[in-house]
């Protein structure tokens, strides 16, 4: 990690990570991975309808900031959010419900894929709207200060939500009030087909936060050792009252921005070239090479996320239709606000 | 004759846009290296080059803004925003600019400037990204507003709109771009003042556009079938709305039936329905029937997105209860 501004200098590395953590950092990873491979195929048989986004190769983002969160904080996301999702604690068995519009997901099959929900971990969605979400992490942010309370709003996006209005607007009313909000963006270069370099004309996003005077880092975002190690301290510092941080992840997706995507505006060497950096199988065969795994290890891993995902599956399969007769409950909080 | 769909119309037109008036160019999120989020301007980068077809950031408001105000300087842009609920973020721009700039300067400066852009559900997309939103943009005084349902429609409607003085939406259903079929003389109409009669008929009139076209249509279907001859009234322009048109057709057939997908409430089909009352309430038999897009955000599942929306069956009952 390199820190911009103000922020401190450290130096992660593997070594400074309890052996314990970074096998829990893989293992959150996998779920994160096998979930959606299976959410893929769940589309191929319609399933899953609507947009669906994966976040295959950009695991180490969602898992590593998550590490850094406490039960009582919350989390902002955007519509590739399944990842955080479950790395923030919903069940896979809520999420794939979600996913497959059952009234057992997580917002009741209102929501699906891009609008996944859950008060229970203080996850505020799922957020469909580029850059939508980061207004309102600034006002959650804003209720833990006037409430007195030392909590951190972590709000992820992307590149791409950095061009919008709402990111500048909300950026300097996090840092003008010194709110507790960890920006963390998912810079993985491109917003849908368009290239960082048609959307920026700075590319170097850490400096955007760094002229709103807020401490800007930027990681590694296929290193999740990195990853978490850069969120626990900005975390760390969100909570000591330390004002807003922003921290860059530079990472890739793997696969096409949506199911509807044909890709065609990257370049097949490009993709390889990234996905040689897959940061689940760096950390695995870090961990098998330190004596901290055995291959057996591995296996017994998989073979757990496995019956996990295939739990859920069933669970979700199983699952109910939300009568349509309840079509207009929760509109307005009061039965019959809707007309 | 081949075959064309909705999406490669609009290419058409788009192509045929570009080619015509080098003043003209198309800028929006997506429309180039992705090939437009629906494909309507796949390979126009390529044909036109990254000037004329311009891909922008994030930026609604921003570049919806700069269109207006290219437009204000000479250009003829065709500005795209990938769906209606992205528009609101360039709400102010289109209200407060777009629409106003040429009454607050006292007929100075127009806006000859055209937005495009998809609306509708029935992609299980959810609630950011599926409503009708074009009846609020109806509301407002300054824009020509208009819904191409057909795909002479989709073909036809762009080089009028580009003429105008003013500032011109037009609304394409998510629904429609994959619709495919032929191309008939419409297609080089002028016309984006008339609603279209698209179905003869003498005992009711259904009224709809854009997307809800199609149910109308299919709902005149069945209702053929047990001997109730509809008259389908598409609108086009929703903004000036041709209420000759419809009062002529209600008048004749003495009963009305409006279909919207847009949620009810303070909606363009209250708008229509008013028309009518004001219009021609000697000649109903029967109050004016509406059929709408349940008034929630859309929901994901299939069950409940089509409990939401206008279906077939719902404008038959509607005609039903008319007593027709
Ligand atoms: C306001 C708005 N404009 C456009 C879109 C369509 N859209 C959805 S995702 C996306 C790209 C966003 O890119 P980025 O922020 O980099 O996130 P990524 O998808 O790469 O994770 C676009 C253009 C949208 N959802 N919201
Ligand atoms: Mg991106």
Known sequence: ?339 | MSTITYREALREAIREALIADERVFVMGEDVGHYGGSYAVTLGLLEEFGPERIRDTPLSESGFVGAGIGAALGGMRPIVEVMTVNFSLLALDQIMNNAASLLYMSGGQFNVPLVIRMATGAGRQVAAQHSHSLEGWYAHIPGLRVLAPATLDDARAMLAPALDDPDPVLIFEHAMLYGTEGELTDDAHTRDITSAAIRRRGEDVTIVAYGGTLRVALGAAEVLAREGVDAEVVDLRSLRPLDTSTILTAVSRTHRAVVVDEGWRSGSLSAEVASRITEGVFYDLDAPVARVCGAEVPMPYAKHLEDAAMPQVADVVAAVHALGA
């Open chain 1, 1 to 339: 990690m390199s820190g911009s501004s103000d922020a401190p200098e450290v130096e992660p590395g593997a070594a400074s990570v309890e052996p314990g953590r970074s096998v829990h950092l893989l293992s959150e990873m996998l779920r994160v991975r096998r979930f959606e491979e299976r959410c893929v195929e769940l589309y191929s048989h319609q399933a899953i309808r609507g947009f669906l986004h994966l976040a295959i190769g950009e695991e180490a983002c969602c898992v590593g900031v998550m590490q850094a969160l406490d039960p009582e904080d919350a989390v902002v996301a955007t519509y590739r959010e399944h990842g955080h999702a479950l790395a923030r604690g919903i069940s896979m068995r809520a999420a794939l419900a979600e996913l497959e519009g059952r009234v057992e997901g997580c917002s009741r099959g209102r929501g699906g894929s891009m609008h996944l929900f859950d008060a229970a971990t203080r996850f505020f969605g799922g957020n469909a709207i580029v850059a939508g979400g980061l207004p309102l992490a600034v006002g959650l942010a804003l209720a833990d200060h006037l409430s007195g309370r030392h909590r951190v709003t972590a709000c992820f996006f992307g590149d791409g939500a950095v061009a919008e209005g709402e990111f500048h607007e909300a950026m300097n009313l996090a840092a003008l009030w010194h709110l507790p909000v960890l920006f963390c963006c998912e810079n993985n270069l491109y917003a849908m087909g368009t290239a960082l370099e048609f959307t920026e004309s700075e590319t170097d996003l850490s400096l955007k936060a760094a002229s709103y005077r807020m401490a800007s880092w930027h990681v590694d975002g296929m290193d999740v050792l990195a990853v978490s190690e850069a969120a626990r301290e900005a975390a760390d510092a969100v909570r000591a009252g330390g004002g807003p941080h922003f921290l860059e992840m530079r990472t890739y997706r793997f696969r096409s921005h949506s199911m509807y995507d044909p890709d065609r505006y990257r370049d097949k060497a490009e993709i390889d070239r990234w996905r040689s950096r897959d940061p689940i199988d760096q950390l695995r065969v870090q961990l098998v090479a330190r004596g901290v795994l055995t291959d057996a290890d591995v296996e017994r891993m998989e073979s757990a996320i496995a019956d996990e995902v295939l739990d859920a599956v069933d669970f979700a399969a199983g699952g109910t239709d939300e009568p349509v007769a309840d079509l207009g409950r929760f509109v307005t909080s009061t039965p019959g606000g809707a007309t």
